[in-house]
C-alpha cells in the first residue's frame, strides 16, 4: 500500500471504515489479533489524527513486509528530522533527548536482530542456549553515554 493511500485512511471516514472492514476479515483468523484491534479500534475510530494514523500504520505494518521494511528508517529519519528542528531553536535539552531516543531504537533494533538471529540458531541446534538474556554492550542508557 503507497503512502499516499495510508494517508487518505487516516483522514477520510469512509476509507477508514472500509479499510478496518477489511483488516477485520483478515485478522479473524487471529482471535487474539482480532481482539487487540477492535479494543484500540473503539478509542481511535473517530480520534484525533495521531492516534489513528498510528493504528492504521501498526496495523499494515503488521500486515506488510513493504511498510515493515521501511519502518525503522522513517521511525530514525523522523528522530533526525525532530533534533534538527530543535537545533534551530536551541533546545539543548530536548536535543539530547532526540539523541537518545534515537540511539536507544537503533540499539533495540539491534537486539531484536540478534534475538531473531539466536532463535533461528536455537532451531538449528534443538534449543540449545534457547532464552540466552545476554547484557547488550551497546546500551545507550549507559551512565557514560548521558552527560
Known amino acids: 500500500m503507497n503512502l ?12 477508514f471504515d472500509a479499510w478496518a472492514k477489511e483488516t477485520k476479515k483478515r485478522l479473524v483468523k487471529n482471535p487474539l489479533a482480532f481482539e487487540h484491534f477492535n479494543l484500540a479500534y473503539a478509542d481511535v475510530a473517530r480520534g484525533n489524527y495521531l492516534a ?7 496495523w499494515q505494518i503488521n500486515a506488510s513486509d513493504d511498510l ?38 537503533l540499539r533495540l533494533l539491534q ?8 532463535n533461528e540458531n536455537d532451531m538449528e541446534n534443538n534449543g540449545e ?10 546500551d545507550s542508557t549507559d551512565s557514560e553515554n548521558i552527560e
Open 4 to 15: 499516499n493511500k495510508l494517508f487518505l485512511i487516516t483522514t477520510n471516514d469512509k476509507k
Open 52 to 58: 489513528r494514523a498510528t493504528f492504521v500504520c501498526y
Open 68 to 105: 515493515a521494511r521501511l519502518a525503522p528508517a522513517i521511525t530514525q529519519a523522523s528522530f533526525i528530522h525532530m533534533m534538527h528542528r530543535f537545533v534551530e531553536q536551541g533546545k539543548e535539552e530536548e536535543i539530547m533527548i532526540c539523541q537518545n531516543l534515537s540511539s536507544n531504537f
Open 111 to 118: 537486539v531484536l536482530s540478534i534475538n531473531e538471529g539466536e
Open 129 to 138: 542456549n534457547a532464552g540466552s538474556d545476554r547484557p547488550n554492550d551497546t
